[in-house]
């Protein structure tokens, strides 16, 4: 064996390639269509004619808030980098709240 020292490539290659691997999880998209993709799976044709009335962005996360067909309404929360729901919790009109988990 040589004594010679193996070559390590920069940190700095490693952790791009982390957040390349961590992008491609979340689907891509806006925090917006993120929440309301993720409910629409969950609940089907019941979610439509949604409106997004708040979205509160911080420079790690968001908070989406918004209505839907019937009278119901929605809030998710999001992590910003990668993109990603955390939780989302809808409201319908004549229901109990379903919570929507990745």
Same mark, same amino acid.
């Given at each position: +064996?040589?004594?010679? @020292? ?24 806006? @925090? ?10 969950? +609940? ?14 911080? @420079? ?31 409201? @319908? ?10």
């Amino acid at each position: +064996m040589s004594s010679r @020292p193996r070559h390590r490539a920069p940190a700095s290659i490693g952790a791009a390639a982390l957040v390349i691997a961590l992008a491609g999880c979340s689907g891509g998209g806006t @925090p917006e269509s993120v929440c309301t993709d993720a409910i629409a799976e969950r +609940m089907g044709a019941v979610f439509t004619d949604v409106k997004v009335t708040e979205n509160i962005e911080t @420079p790690v996360a968001a908070d989406i808030q918004g209505t839907y067909a019937g009278g119901g309404g929605f809030a998710c929360g999001l992590s910003l980098h990668p993109l990603a729901l955390e939780q989302a919790l809808v409201f @319908p009109f004549d229901g109990p709240t379903i919570t929507v988990e990745p």
